[in-house]
């Protein structure tokens, strides 16, 4: 079902605040809030800082292109915070302003180190999704908000704050799990298409009820990790983060699980793949969690 | 306001004027511009920090008479402050902006101190009967600069057997020699020939010195890998120094001279034969060798399987949140490095023999020195 409704014209979230709160989730126009919203004009998600290493070559035409890599992603939001009464704008603009405030971020998210997820909502034909998703990026604020306030312009304020992501990708603000037991140790992770998706990595929960196998394997059909389990008992849990490359046991470093080669951690690529656990003795379940990309 | 992020907090300390060590808490820096630290494996380690020429603690800074401790902090993963570095004051390094002070740990205050005039240790045990005669008379200076550091562990090391003590010859002694020297050259001394890792150390904690016979815990819980913890590495894995067909002289029954070689043939098939000469040290480790002449082969034998495996040092910058420093790991510690990358695929047990961190303008950066342990 197509749509012409665009992210600006649905809510956006950010550390509890609403922005466009006179939208409904479906994107529909409600009058209760037409004059107490902070309305979102432009949303600009497109600068992605790249790492791309260069090289020319000495004393002869052309160069060698090296590695490159998305760093940052910069998010910027501007619009107007709107109140019915002035004392009530100027609450807003102090509640704006914490919101998106660096030092305060940080503080209430000591373990993100002030990384919180801006959602927003985009409407999509691609089946399953159709007709919308609420997506995010994992955002942290990357300067003080601007407020510009004029003499004139009535009970409304302009507005632009400045986010940046040290992970670009957009990911889907539900969260997916997968999970593999005795009734089906392979089973379909998903991932939006393989034309709009984008690498993700999982972690996965690995619960045990004894010893397992030296060569318990999880694979994405490509790549596969091997951990040794046989120094497992009943009601240990093992998490394995595919990004990051850790292994711990009921919390703690368990690095030496691993017997495969280092680059073996593995992600789930667009379109999604194929999970398995193999070699299963012992193990009650292996459950995926992530959030799937698109670009 | 303090955020809950990494960070490195300096604290001084005056002195006690009759131990010359720490007294009592000064101040805290809270305005550095920049603070770095590094702790290292049988050499002194060297922390700074750059202060503003008005900075309020300036004047309360005494060159060689401040002691300093640095703490690592993290809040945001749970970490309490622990302490990294601590040492005493050096040479404030002054322009018109700011002052940069250094800080040497105490170990640097062995170099300070040094033996008698000829002291001889005809067969003696290492660490019982060298290392903790000279520690005793270095603390037991007048005016020593190491009266405040206690005195730990003591351990004799050991020959190829696990049970011998080795023990000098019949002329060993010292001349006028620095005492970090001495006792550095001791340790090599104790490592001869052998795969112990022979170290000696003043603690950062409650400053304290031990000489040990065989330090380091094979971490196997946490490991250094890239893609993973690693963010970058540097790796050097040391052919130019490759050797597999070493000579030395050796004596015989008599006190005749007569040639020992020994080589590494699959290493020489190789890489080629690549020859050297070597001195037997003086004190080898080897142990239960039936005659001197079979010994001195044992030694040299030794020496080329040690010489031909490659020495590989590697540094690498880590990520801090998933190595913070001293974090169920120590210097001496070995564990498993893995890095794929290119031409390099590592996958060995390294030790970790230096850290150093640097809070600056760009947040807190970090790097661990590792080297391949001995061959056994």
């Excluded at chain 1, 490509?222 to 998490?239: F, I, P, Q, R």
């Excluded at chain 2, 001889?120 to 660490?127: D, F, Q, R, S």
């Excluded at chain 2, 002694?173 to 006792?183: A, E, K, T």
């Amino acid at each position: 079902m197509s749509t012409d409704l665009r992210p600006s014209d649905f809510p956006f979230g950010w550390r509890g605040l609403t922005l466009n709160r006179h939208r409904t989730a479906a994107g529909a126009y409600d009058r209760t809030y037409e004059k107490n919203t902070m309305r979102v004009d432009t949303f600009d998600y497109s600068r992605v800082q790249v790492r791309d290493q260069r090289e020319p070559l000495n004393v002869a035409t052309g160069g060698v292109l090296g590695d490159a890599t998305e760093a940052f992603r910069y998010l910027s939001l501007t619009g107007s915070l709107v109140a019915p009464t002035g004392s009530e704008l100027e609450d807003m603009i102090s509640t704006f302003l914490a919101a998106f405030d660096i030092e305060e971020a940080i503080l209430a998210s000591p373990s993100t180190n002030g990384i919180f997820a801006l959602t927003f909502t985009c409407t999509t034909d691609i089946a399953t999704y159709t007709p919308y998703q609420v997506e995010k990026f994992l955002a942290r604020p990357a300067g003080y908000p601007v407020i510009r306030e004029r003499r004139s312009s009535g009970l409304s304020v302009p507005f632009a704050v400045e986010l940046v992501c040290e992970d670009p990708r957009r990911y889907r603000n539900t969260a997916t799990s997968v999970t593999l037991n005795g009734s089906a140790w392979s089973a379909t992770a998903a991932n939006w298409n393989a034309a709009v998706g984008r690498l993700v990595y999982p972690t996965v929960t690995i619960t045990a009820t004894g010893a397992g196998a030296n060569n318990f394997t999880l694979s994405n059909g490509s790549k596969s990790l091997v951990l040794d389990l046989t120094a497992l008992v009943n009601n240990d849990v093992v998490v394995v983060d595919m990004a990051r490359g850790t292994i711990k046991k009921n919390g703690a470093h368990a690095a030496s699980l691993r017997t495969s080669a280092v680059d073996t951690f593995w992600g789930i690529p667009a379109g999604g793949a194929t999970v398995s656990a193999s070699n299963t003795t012992n193990v009650t379940s292996a459950v995926l969690a992530y959030s799937q990309a698109r670009a | 306001m303090y955020l809950p992020q990494p960070r490195l907090i300096v604290e001084y300390l005056t002195q006690n004027a009759s131990t010359f060590g720490p007294l009592a808490v000064d101040g805290v820096i809270y305005d550095a511009l920049k603070v770095g630290w590094s702790w290292y494996s049988r050499y002194p380690s060297k922390a700074f920090f750059t202060l503003r020429q008005g900075s309020v603690h300036t004047s309360r800074l005494v060159p060689l008479k401040t002691h300093i401790r640095i703490w690592y902090t993290h809040p945001g993963l749970g970490i309490a402050p622990r302490v990294v570095f601590a040492g005493r004051l050096g040479e404030p390094d002054s322009t018109s902006d700011d002052v940069v002070w250094e800080a040497w740990s105490y170990l640097a205050d062995l170099s300070l101190t040094r033996t008698a005039y000829r002291t001889l240790y005809p067969t003696k045990a290492i660490g019982s009967e060298i290392a903790a005669v000279e520690w005793a008379a270095a603390k037991a200076q007048t005016y020593s600069l190491l009266t405040h550091v206690t005195t730990g562990t003591i351990e004799d090391p050991l020959g190829t057997d696990g049970i011998t003590t080795i023990k000098t010859d019949e002329r060993f002694g010292v001349v006028d020699v620095p005492r970090l020297l001495l006792l550095f050259d001791l340790s090599e001394i104790g490592r001869a020939n052998t795969v112990n890792n022979v170290v000696f150390e003043i603690t950062r904690t409650s400053p304290t010195f031990n000489f040990w016979k065989n330090r380091g815990t094979a971490q196997t819980a946490i490991r250094l890998q890239h893609p993973g913890n690693i963010r970058d590495y540097r790796f050097s894995p040391g052919y130019r120094s490759l050797r597999n067909d070493l000579a030395t002289i050796g004596t015989t029954v008599g006190g005749g001279a007569s040639e020992i070689i020994a080589t590494d043939e699959v290493s020489a098939a190789e890489w080629g034969r690549r020859q050297d000469v070597f001195t037997i040290k003086t004190l080898a480790g080897v142990v239960g060798a039936a005659t001197e002449s079979d010994a001195q082969k044992a030694i040299t034998e030794r020496a080329v399987a040690e010489a031909a495996q490659l020495s590989r040092s590697i540094q690498v910058d880590v990520l801090a949140a998933q190595f913070p420093p001293f974090e169920g790991w120590e210097i001496e510690d070995t564990l498993r490095v893995q890095i794929k990358r290119g031409r390099d695929n590592i996958d060995a047990d390294y030790r970790i023999v230096g850290i150093r961190g640097i809070a600056g303008p760009g947040g807190y950066d970090q790097q661990i020195i590792l080297q391949l342990p001995t061959a056994a």
